[in-house]
C-alpha cells in the first residue's frame, strides 16, 4: 500500500481525521516508580546503567554457591548462558572495569528484572534496585582530601531516597555473608525488610580485583518498595510554635545500635526530632562502652515549651535509657 501511495503522490491523498474513540490510559505504578528512584537517584550523583540479562553460573555462584538458574539451551557464549539471579555481578564487573580508567569515585545503579526458577513454571520476574560506589567521596580539590567512600555513604543515599518517596524505614543488623558483617544493615519498612545496604566483603571483592578499596552496595525490591509508597500517608500539619534544641550525651555498651537509642527517644511526645552527631570510644570512655552525643528538638503542636517542660522531658528520656540499656549520662 506505502508503493501504491507513492506512486499516485502522497499530495494527492486526502486527509482524514482517525476515526473511533482512544483508548483510555492506565498508568503503571511500577514504571512511575522506577521513574521516580532513577530521578533521586541521579540526584545523589549515581549513574544508571542496564547489564545484560544472561550471564555465567560462576559469576551468579559467587553470591549463592546453591543457585540453580535457569539454562539457556542454545546460549551465545559461556558468559551468558543462564538468566540472572540478581543484579550484583553485573554492577561489579562494571564498577571494577570503570575503576580501572577512573580516579574519581564510581557510583552505579540498575533497576531491573531478575529471573528466579520455579519448578514445573515460569521463572518469577522479580523488579529490583542495586547500587555499588567506590573510590573517593570528593573529587581532587586544593581543599583536601574527603576519604573514600563507606558505609555510611550508602546508608545516607538510601536514606534521602526513603525521605524522597516519604517512607519511614529503620536500619537493622543483618547477617548477608556477601557482605562484611559488621557493616551492613538490613532495610525494614514496617516490619519487613525491603533491602540491605553495606560493605561487600573483601574475600568476594577480590574477585572482582577491587579489594584494595572499600566498596559499597545496596539492594532493594522494588515491588516491597512499590507497596512502601502506596502505603496511606496522613498529612500533619506544620509546627507554629518554635523549638527547643537540646544535646544528649550518654555511654552505653559498644554493641548497642544508635538506632536503638533514637527509637526510645522518639517515644517522648516532645521529641520532634533526633539527630546522632558524634559517636566516640576511647580513654575518657569505660572499656567496651561508647559515647554517642545525640542533638534533640523540643516541640509541642499547641504551645511553646518553656525550659522546665524540657527539663522534664529529657529527664524522663534518661530514665528510660537507663531502665531499657542500661545507659548512663556521660559527665
Partial sequence: IEEIARIIGYDNLPTTLP????????????????????????????QEIITYSLTSIDALKRFDKEIKPLKLENPITPEQEYMRTTLRPGLLSTLAANLKHEDDGVRLFEAGRV???????????????????????????????GGNMDFFDAKGIIETLMERLGIDAEYVASTDKALVPARQASIVVGKESIGIVGEVHPRLAEQYDIA???????????????????AEKKFKALPRFPA???????????????????DIIRKSPLAARVTLFDVYTGKQVPQ????????????????????????????????????????????
Fill in 19 to 46: 476515526s473511533g474513540q482512544l483508548p483510555h490510559h492506565v498508568p503503571d505504578p511500577m514504571r512511575t516508580l522506577h521513574r521516580d528512584v532513577t530521578d533521586i537517584l541521579v540526584t545523589c550523583g549515581m
Fill in 115 to 145: 529471573y528466579l526458577p520455579r519448578k514445573n513454571d515460569l521463572p518469577h520476574e522479580l523488579e529490583m534496585l542495586c547500587g555499588v560506589m567506590c573510590g573517593p567521596r570528593h573529587e581532587r580539590s586544593w581543599h583536601g582530601d
Fill in 212 to 230: 584494595s578499596q572499600t566498596v559499597c552496595l545496596f539492594e532493594i525490591d522494588m515491588e516491597k518498595l512499590l507497596a512502601a509508597t502506596s
Fill in 244 to 262: 527547643v534544641l537540646r544535646d544528649l550525651a550518654v555511654i552505653v555498651d559498644v554493641e548497642t545500635p544508635a538506632q536503638k537509642v533514637m
Fill in 288 to 331: 567496651g562502652k561508647k559515647s554517642l552525643a545525640l542533638s534533640i528538638s523540643y516541640q509541642s503542636p499547641d504551645r511553646t515549651l518553656t525550659d522546665e517542660e524540657v527539663d522534664k522531658a529529657q529527664g524522663k528520656i534518661l530514665e528510660r535509657l537507663t531502665k531499657e540499656l542500661g545507659a548512663t549520662l556521660r559527665g
